[in-house]
């Protein structure tokens, strides 16, 4: 199993840009979730999928969407970025019944 | 509001030096409390899950605690290949929702 796979690994984008990070697991897990990690700040719950066809905001949710293509895979849009939007993203997934979640390696993202 | 404060921010350990970090919460509805280990440019890794206080879970060099209001993730004779970063994360009733510390970073010298 490769687990949680995310790319891409690293990203730049110029301030207004758009793009999609993607994610897919190969557990069969059934939640799914995006965080960002900034420097000296926890995780922080961007979106997430309880199930194939269900999205929740999580804590940060502005100026990102989401989409659950299907039970493997969960993309996070940036439609327009903006230099506050630097950071690590990371998606993770668990399965219904067990709480821990596991992530992804990261998409480390730079936006000037 | 719900809160996951982690200290102390980073600790330096010579080899064989045992310590601890610590946890501290305050959350509503608290189901569970994570620790996880994480290593430069990787994502989180899962340790533990306690989910009552008084309960320990142990792995290798690693002993996590859990009382009322924080968690020690205790560290017995560490190498230098437990130098890392350890976030401890509350999980709440609703099950989706799990706060995140900022971590601990843990650097131990040969």
């Known amino acids: 199993n490769a687990g949680v796979t995310q790319t891409p690994k690293f990203q730049v984008l110029k301030t207004g840009q758009s793009m999609t990070l993607q994610c897919a697991q190969d557990?069969?897990?059934?939640?799914m979730y995006w965080y960002r990690q900034d420097p000296g700040m926890g995780l922080r719950l961007i979106y997430y999928?309880?199930?194939?066809?269900?999205?929740d905001k999580g804590e940060v949710p502005n100026g990102y969407n989401v989409s659950r293509l299907n039970k493997r895979e969960f993309s996070l849009r940036l439609e327009s970025a903006a230099p506050s939007q630097t950071s690590v993203y990371f998606c993770?997934?668990?399965?219904?019944?067990?709480?821990?979640?596991?992530f992804g390696p990261g998409t480390r993202l730079t936006v000037t | 509001e719900d809160q996951v404060t982690q200290s102390p921010e980073a600790l330096r350990l010579q080899e064989g030096e045992s310590s601890s970090l610590n946890c501290s919460y305050t959350?509503?509805?608290?189901?569970?409390l994570f620790w996880y280990r994480q290593d430069p440019g990787k994502g989180p890794e899962f340790l533990f899950t306690?989910?009552?206080a008084g309960e320990e879970k142990e792995k290798e060099r690693l002993k996590a605690t859990l009382t009322k209001k924080e968690s020690f993730l205790h560290i017995t004779a560490p190498k230098p290949e437990d130098s890392a970063t350890y976030l401890c994360?509350?999980?709440?009733?609703?099950?989706?929702?799990?706060?995140f510390g900022p971590g601990t970073s843990l650097s131990v010298i040969p």
């Open positions: 557990m069969n897990h059934n939640s």
């Open positions: 999928s309880a199930s194939e066809g269900t999205t």
């Open positions: 993770a997934s668990r399965i219904q019944g067990v709480y821990e979640q596991y």
């Open positions: 994360a509350a999980l709440k009733t609703s099950y989706d929702k799990v706060i």
């Open positions: 959350v509503s509805g608290l189901r569970g």
């Open positions: 306690l989910y009552s």
